[in-house]
């Protein structure tokens, strides 16, 4: 007999009956999630057909050219979630403030955090693209939800993923009970469990990802953490697209960086929308995360929009990686 064939929206509500106490809110949250990416990942092959490709000619929060495709992505996501009374606030790294439920839609009790198109000026050139999400209880005491909602540690998350949009769409997330990853087949439209119960490979390939662009820029600490790797014939793998150089490591191996440097002393990439996140799958999957110091579920963010270092990889790499970099003070 062939084995079942198993879709997202079955896998979701296998898991929810794990828990008699479930409202079955958190599985039409990841539900509508899939849908979103769904219709991204059909306009992201379109892309080179119509006139979405390109940018929007202003400026996101962070000073940075947002592209159409960025635009689209967030706006899918806010209609595919405004709307079901499942949500008190959402947050979006192309926008400045929270983004409160409309008023005319009830509230409900959680809080959704996502960078929308990760990547996405690397769309020309056929780059994968990304979604990074991130799912908070609401803790603030009003019907609608706000900035406490929103600004809460990582290992507070009860679930995050990824979407990467590449030679296929591939959905991964965690509730905190293991790793999924999931196929889109776009002949029937559905998300296919084809990654059960994912873990990082330990120890995993030779491969460390970072921008060696900027060695100049990096402390004495995270030059010496890079020279260690290559003097143990680790091999350089980057992208320069967030989701696709994570998605490698978290099915090879290795370790991926993003350190601070003399031009961003205190990192890059978002904590929220981007680091904690990624760092709650890694850490399902048997792996590690870091800032340089310590994990990256443990920082208290401060503002909605705070930056971090970020390293993600194989346990022992991170502690390698953090080693080399308090050695040096």
Request: aromatic residues 8%.
């Amino acid at each position: 007999m062939a084995e079942p064939v198993i879709t997202i929206g079955r896998h979701i509500i296998e898991q929810e009956r794990r828990y008699p106490e479930a409202t079955g809110a958190f599985s039409d949250i990841l539900l509508d999630i899939a849908i979103a990416a769904k219709i991204i990942s059909r306009e992201i092959n379109r892309a080179g057909l119509v006139d979405i490709v390109g940018s929007a000619g202003k400026l996101n929060v962070h000073g940075e050219d947002v592209r159409k495709l960025d635009e689209f992505a967030d706006e899918v996501i806010f209609n595919a979630l405004d709307h079901s009374g499942n949500l008190c606030v959402m947050a979006s790294e192309e926008v400045e403030d929270p983004i409160p439920i409309p008023e005319k839609f009830p509230c409900g009790n959680y809080a959704l955090l996502h960078d929308p198109l990760d990547g996405s000026s690397n769309i020309e050139a056929n780059v994968s693209l990304g979604t990074i999400f991130s799912i908070h209880r609401k803790i603030s005491k009003g019907e609608r939800g706000g900035t406490e909602d929103l600004l809460q540690p990582g290992h507070r998350q009860v679930a995050a993923g990824y979407v990467v949009y590449g030679s296929s769409t591939m959905l991964v997330y965690t509730t905190g009970a293991g790793v999924h990853g999931f196929t889109l087949e776009p002949s029937i439209g559905e998300f296919l469990l084809s990654h059960p119960s994912m873990k990082i490979p330990d120890p995993g390939k030779k491969i460390y990802s970072v921008n060696e662009a900027y060695y100049k820029r990096w402390s004495l600490g995270q030059q010496k953490a890079v020279d260690e790797l290559k003097d143990d014939g680790f091999s350089l793998r980057y992208i320069g697209s967030l989701v696709a150089d994570f998605h490698r490591t978290l099915l090879y191996g290795g370790v991926f960086m993003y350190p601070a440097d003399s031009t961003n002393p205190r990192g890059k990439l978002r904590l929220l929308y981007e680091a904690a996140p990624l760092a709650m799958v890694i850490g399902e999957a048997g792996g590690a995360s870091s800032d340089g110091h310590g994990s990256i579920l443990e920082i208290e963010p401060q503002e909605l929009h705070q930056r971090t270092p970020l390293y993600l990889g194989n346990r022992h790499l991170i502690e390698r990686a953090e080693a080399a970099i308090k050695a040096d003070g």
